[in-house]
Nanobody, 122 residues
Framework: QVQLVESGGGSVQPGGSLRLSCAAS????????AGWFRQAPGKEREGVSLINSEGLTYYVGSVQGRFTISRDNAKNMVYLQMKSLKPEDTAVYYC????????????????WGQGTQVTVSS
């Protein structure tokens, strides 16, 4: 059974930090691209950061320099370290994975987690 389970969301003040984790199971995670998307109320789901099977990383411009994606294939985990958080980062964050390679198109992804809420507010 394929599963992606996120954890680590929460509420922080602007400028704060959070680390999201995603545990993958049921598929050969090590050869899959992994990534994080987010969806704010009333907005479309957007890609935040991707990491391919070789560890190459990709970031959307709005998070470049503030977020860091990483993976541990031995543990079937992918992480998103978020720093200098802003109110506009508030959204539900989803872990995702695919066998096709990095893409900012959510329809290209095979598996999704249930999402974890991140709220940035003073």
């Amino acid at each position: 059974q394929v599963q992606l389970v996120e954890s680590g969301g929460g509420s922080v003040q602007p400028g704060g930090s959070l680390r999201l984790s995603c545990a993958a199971s049921g598929f050969p995670f090590g050869v899959y691209t992994a990534g994080w998307f987010r969806q704010a109320p009333g907005k479309e789901r957007e890609g935040v950061s991707l990491i391919n099977s070789e560890g190459l990383t990709y970031y959307v411009g709005s998070v470049q320099g503030r977020f860091t994606i990483s993976r541990d294939n031995a543990k079937n985990m992918v992480y998103l370290q978020m720093k200098s958080l802003k109110p506009e980062d508030t959204a539900v964050y989803y872990c995702t994975s695919n066998a096709r390679g990095p893409s900012w198109d959510p329809s290209e992804y095979d598996f999704w987690g249930q999402g974890t809420q991140v709220t940035v507010s003073s």
